[in-house]
């Protein structure tokens, strides 16, 4: 049995998290899941305007606060804290802690420099949701990023690395990658991969399944101002149990575990990862303990040949305003401020590609069909107007119309957070790509 434990969920979750479970308690393997797909356009500017960046910058940061803690309790560390610049990262923590640990770093998802060259060869890299050539937005692309597999990890673990730097991945390939180095399961013994998917999208969110964002009895769920966070008790029969360090808050539970293998899913019976496809019906939950779920039964079959391609690019720009109407009359007062700023709008001439409006304390959060009427007695709704256009100007001068309505619109009301600021807009595209059009590279660099 081997304990693998996340410590993030998304780049910008709990600084003290990675540290609480490396002391916490004994662990094997630590996985860092820092990348979301804005994340990667994010990262993929900073690396424009400057080439030593473009990398989760929590990590380094991390990994010279635990140093010591990591190489006195052999614990390995699997990240895609690469982003889009895994041996900037490498080379930030050498600068840290100079000679230490076997880093392994996992390159080859950038597909961006390489884009004309595939698109000639034929990939075509349509989007998924609308069929669109890539073509139309070619001009327009930021990022490009193929989510690899669990296979190049598994190949630093095998060359002896102590920290493996990924960029884009799949997110249960980290701890796939641990268990099949561990356990020398072969890449094609498709129900020990398919558990190992399974648990790694359990933990993919971090405390996601350990009580964290949970509706089930969550008034209950004790202490989540010191919430563990999950680790896999995995066995080489792919078997696991989820847990959490003894002493934590958050709840482990099957209701609780069953929300987290909900997310982000689509087809329950073909959930597709590079290595494996899953099928979550055979997924079978026992409460053995407390804050202790076991998984057994899990089945699954091959991949599909393809690795799914996040795309990002240039759509245009945005910019969001927000004006705070009080009692009595909030929510009337926010409508009669909307309407009149629309009419502003329109009277100036300006067109927009989309305009939303939201009503928060009143509707906003599950729309006005969910949440009916709103009580006549509201102390405050805040009304928030969004704009997106691919002309500029036209957004600039949005952003100078909601101020004026705090004297010249309906009374009771607070200008909140100054002029709204102009932002580009980055759009999702969604793709794929055969696995033999992407080359991962994998090198370990000695202490």
């Not at 009337?332 to 409006?357: P, T």
Request: aromatic share 6%; hydrophobic share 40%.
């Amino acid at each position: 049995m081997i304990r693998i434990a996340n410590g993030q969920g998304f780049w910008g979750d709990s600084l003290s998290a990675p540290l609480d479970l490396i002391r916490g308690g004994p662990i094997d393997y630590l996985t860092l899941d820092y990348l979301a797909e804005v994340t990667m356009s994010i990262l993929q500017k900073q690396r424009s305007r400057d080439p030593r960046v473009g990398y989760a910058r929590d990590f380094p940061d991390f990994i010279e606060a635990a140093a010591h803690d990591l190489a006195a309790r052999g614990i390995k560390v699997i990240a895609n804290a690469g982003g889009v610049n895994p041996d900037g990262c490498r080379d930030a923590i050498r600068s840290r802690i100079g000679a230490g640990p076997r880093i392994g770093v996992v390159k080859g998802d950038d597909i961006l420099p390489r884009l004309d060259e595939l698109i000639g060869s034929g990939v075509e890299m349509k989007n998924m949701d609308t069929g669109e050539p890539l073509s139309t937005v070619r001009d327009r692309m930021q990022s490009a990023n193929a989510y690899l597999g669990a296979g190049p990890m598994v190949e630093a673990l095998r060359q002896g690395a102590q920290i493996v730097i990924t960029g884009r991945c799949s997110d249960p390939a980290m701890s796939m990658a641990a268990e099949i180095h561990e356990f020398g399961w072969a890449m094609d013994d498709w129900d020990r991969l398919a558990a190992g998917a399974v648990a790694g999208h359990t933990i993919e969110c971090g405390a996601q399944c350990t009580g964290g964002n949970c509706q089930v009895d969550w008034q209950s769920i004790p202490d989540l101002a010191d919430i563990g966070y999950p680790i896999l008790e995995a066995e080489p029969d792919g078997t696991f149990i989820v847990t959490k360090h003894e002493g934590t808050g958050g709840r482990v539970s099957v209701a609780g575990v069953t929300e987290q293998l909900l997310y982000e899913i689509g087809d329950p019976k073909t959930f597709l990862t590079a290595d494996v496809t899953a099928d979550f019906t055979t997924i079978r939950l026992e409460q053995t303990g407390p804050d202790r779920v076991r998984f057994s039964g899990i089945r699954g079959g091959p991949p599909t040949g393809f690795y799914k391609v996040s795309i990002s690019y240039s759509a245009g720009f945005k910019a969001i305003g927000e004006m705070l109407y009080g009692w009595p009359d909030a929510y009337a007062k926010a409508r009669a401020a909307d309407r009149i700023l629309r009419a502003r709008l329109e009277r100036l001439g300006l067109r927009f590609d989309a305009i939303h409006s939201e009503f928060v304390g009143a509707n906003a959060a599950h729309g006005p069909v969910l949440s009916g009427d709103p009580s006549p007695d509201l102390a405050e709704v805040l009304l928030r107007v969004g704009v997106r256009s691919q002309n500029r100007a036209a957004v600039e001068r949005f952003t100078k119309e909601i101020a004026p309505l705090a004297l010249n619109g309906p009374p009771v009301v607070t200008y909140v957070g100054g002029r709204p600021k102009v932002e580009e807009v980055v759009a999702f595209w969604p793709a794929l790509i055969p696995i033999g059009a992407v080359e991962p590279e994998v090198s370990v660099t000695e202490a």
